[in-house]
């Protein structure tokens, strides 16, 4: 059976399942009476306190990662500081209670310092207070840590959340995967798990209890998506997957440097996409092409209120400084769907992908959209910045949206702030409609970037989160590669505009091979995947692609479209598929 979840990354792994259970089982109250009481409990508290100070010691020791090292030197930091034991023994002292309550409560009053920090970085480091919390509360009540330092063999660990003191902790060799139901991006397991380059799928709901203990599964961080019960046919096939990934993978550190081009030397971008200021590093790491979609919701996530003009092009500036010539296409905001932004003025509804979703609430929110887009344009100063509107349906809101747009010029200019006056605009192509009037909407914009996430499920009617028909959710789909043929077609032969794709498909190995086919000119992927789409493009020949595109038009079903693909890739990939 296949879990969906969202894609952390880092590639593939096979092992068998480890559920941690960190709960704290319901601590009892106790009120202290006596003054020798509260002194006692009080030199307990920091015997407790110091002994997992050691801990984080012995482990920071041990680690051989710089990460690693920091986050316990960030533990340890926390757990010696003067004002955190003080403050907890003020609580013991004024409410007379024993050092559990008083450690889960100055711990939690520090989580919520943190998360009210207006950065979504910090905001997830609250979450490494909670895990200390329970590391103190464990030792506290004398339950035993649960130990991963000995693992034996290949093993995923499973849990509701893993905490990053249960990673450091353990024989990071063998522990192969990592799935669990919470934990975004940007928490500090993520981040460990990438640094690490452990495959990791996150947010699959109830899969901990869903699992059993000792059970073989599959993690494709990759794609984002967990299986089990494995057949030895399909065990293999998954052995064979590693095997070549690890030796795609050993090949790639030298595509950094070279110029993205197909085997016959046709020029084409490989860009990637980006979502938050924590990511730069990584994004420069891997020397793409420019950044193809920056998806500027996730800087509106996570807050109480909507960021402001100049933190935004703060954070825009600094992406058009470090990209200097290279293109930083930034999408205007894409809210709505499965991305929930409480404090916009967006009601519950039935079918919220087919709501009031991305450009349609930012054309009827004028002048909270302006303030996005006088950031982008103020940024496109700094360096190659275009702008990019999410799921248009129709020319009317191209239209719309460039009214709104000349009037957020025409105030910066007013104010003689300078920006690019010729900044390019394009659009996401990701609605059927848009990409069935393609050839007219390319006389408005600048470029397209399909957004396959999207037009797939638009166009096949399955919703991309919906595991239950995620069987009809094909890049393969012929319907789909007609629209995604219709849009490339459009732009093709305009001078001065570009087509690119933004959506998960750009980075899958089978269609990459039609893409460049059917003259597809950015590929926009995850910053893991930009070597590896650059070695696979670099392996194929544009040419023999377009006949292959040309075969594939003339198949009927997914099904035969994926075999025949599959086919190709064998031979073209090589040892590298
Ligand atoms: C898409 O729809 O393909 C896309 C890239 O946008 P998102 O995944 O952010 O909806
Ligand atoms: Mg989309």
């Known amino acids: 059976m296949k879990y969906l979840g969202n894609k952390?990354?880092?590639?593939?792994?096979?092992?068998?399942?480890?559920?941690?259970?960190?709960?704290?089982?319901?601590?009892?109250?106790?009120?202290?009476?006596?003054?020798?009481?509260?002194?006692?409990?009080?030199?307990?508290?920091?015997?407790?306190?110091?002994?997992?100070?050691?801990?984080?010691?012995?482990?920071?020791k041990e680690a051989s990662e710089d990460e690693i090292r920091q986050l316990c030197n960030f533990y340890k930091i926390l757990l010696n500081s003067n004002s955190l034991i003080?403050?907890?023994?003020?609580?013991?002292?004024?409410?007379?209670?024993?050092?559990?309550?008083?450690?889960?409560?100055?711990?939690?009053?520090?989580?919520?310092?943190?998360?009210?920090?207006?950065?979504?970085?910090?905001?997830?480091?609250?979450?490494?207070?909670?895990?200390?919390?329970?590391?103190?509360?464990?030792?506290?009540?004398?339950?035993?840590?649960?130990?991963?330092?000995?693992?034996?063999?290949?093993?995923?660990?499973?849990?509701?959340?893993?905490?990053?003191?249960i990673l450091l902790s353990s024989n990071l060799g063998y522990v192969k995967g990592i799935v669990s139901e919470l934990g975004g991006k940007t928490s500090h397991v993520a981040i460990l798990a990438s640094t690490l380059g452990i495959p990791s799928v996150f947010g699959i709901k109830e899969i901990s209890k869903t699992l059993t203990d000792g059970e073989l599964i599959y993690v494709n961080g990759n794609e984002g998506y967990i299986e089990n019960n494995l057949t030895n046919t399909k065990i293999n096939e998954i052995k064979d997957k590693i095997k070549k990934e690890e030796l795609l993978k050993a090949s790639l550190e030298e595509m950094k440097d070279k110029p993205s081009l197909t085997k016959d030397n046709k020029p084409l971008l490989i860009t990637a996409n980006a979502g938050e200021l924590s990511e730069l590093d990584k994004l420069l790491e891997v020397n793409s092409d420019g950044i193809g979609l920056f998806r500027t919701e996730f800087l509106f996530l996570n807050r109480s209120v909507a960021p402001d003009e100049e933190y935004l092009f703060n954070i825009y500036k600094t992406f058009a400084e470090k990209f200097k010539e290279k293109p930083l296409i930034i999408r205007t905001l894409d809210i709505g769907g499965d991305k929930k932004c409480p404090y916009l003025d967006i009601k519950e509804e039935q079918n919220p992908f087919l709501g009031y979703r991305a450009i349609r609430y930012c054309l009827d929110n004028k002048e909270f959209f302006k303030v996005s887009l006088r950031?982008?344009?103020?940024?496109?100063?700094?360096?190659?910045?275009?702008?990019?509107?999410?799921?248009?349906?129709?020319?009317?809101?191209?239209?719309?949206?460039?009214?709104?747009?000349?009037?957020?010029?025409r105030e910066l200019a007013s104010k003689n702030i300078p920006f690019n006056k010729n900044i390019k605009v394009g659009i996401m192509v990701e609605v059927p409609s848009t990409a069935i009037i393609s050839d007219m909407l390319i006389d408005e914009v600048d470029f397209f970037s399909i957004g396959t996430n999207d037009l797939i499920q638009y166009?096949?009617?399955?919703?991309?989160?919906?595991?239950?028909?995620?069987?009809?959710?094909?890049?393969?789909?012929?319907?789909?590669?007609?629209?995604?043929?219709?849009?490339?077609?459009?732009?093709?032969?305009?001078?001065?505009?570009?087509?690119?794709?933004?959506?998960?498909?750009?980075?899958?190995p089978l269609a990459i091979i039609l893409l460049v086919g059917l003259g597809l000119q950015e590929f926009s992927v995850n910053a893991s995947m930009v070597l590896k789409v650059k070695k696979l493009i670099s392996l194929i020949d544009s040419k023999e692609a377009k006949e292959i595109a040309n075969k594939v038009l003339t198949l009927k079903t997914a099904k035969e479209i994926e075999t025949y693909l599959e086919v190709c890739a064998k031979k073209i990939y090589g040892k590298y598929y």
């Open 8 to 60: 952390v990354g880092n590639g593939l792994a096979l092992g068998k399942v480890y559920i941690i259970n960190t709960k704290i089982p319901k601590i009892e109250k106790k009120t202290l009476i006596t003054d020798d009481e509260i002194t006692k409990e009080k030199e307990s508290l920091k015997v407790i306190l110091n002994e997992v100070v050691k801990d984080y010691e012995k482990l920071e």
């Open 86 to 165: 003080t403050s907890m023994e003020e609580v013991i002292d004024k409410e007379k209670c024993d050092r559990n309550e008083a450690i889960t409560k100055v711990m939690k009053r520090k989580a919520d310092e943190l998360s009210l920090v207006d950065n979504a970085y910090l905001k997830m480091r609250s979450k490494d207070i909670e895990d200390v919390t329970n590391k103190l509360l464990r030792k506290s009540l004398g339950i035993n840590e649960i130990d991963l330092s000995k693992l034996k063999e290949d093993t995923i660990l499973v849990a509701e959340e893993i905490p990053p003191s």
């Open 459 to 508: 166009t096949v009617a399955v919703d991309r989160l919906n595991p239950t028909v995620s069987n009809l959710y094909s890049f393969y789909n012929p319907g789909v590669i007609r629209l995604i043929k219709k849009t490339i077609d459009s732009c093709l032969d305009k001078k001065e505009k570009f087509v690119g794709m933004c959506g998960e498909m750009a980075a899958d």
């Open 375 to 409: 950031a982008m344009l103020r940024a496109s100063h700094y360096g190659n910045v275009m702008i990019m509107y999410p799921m248009i349906s129709s020319l009317e809101e191209i239209y719309k949206a460039s009214e709104i747009l000349d009037e957020a010029k």
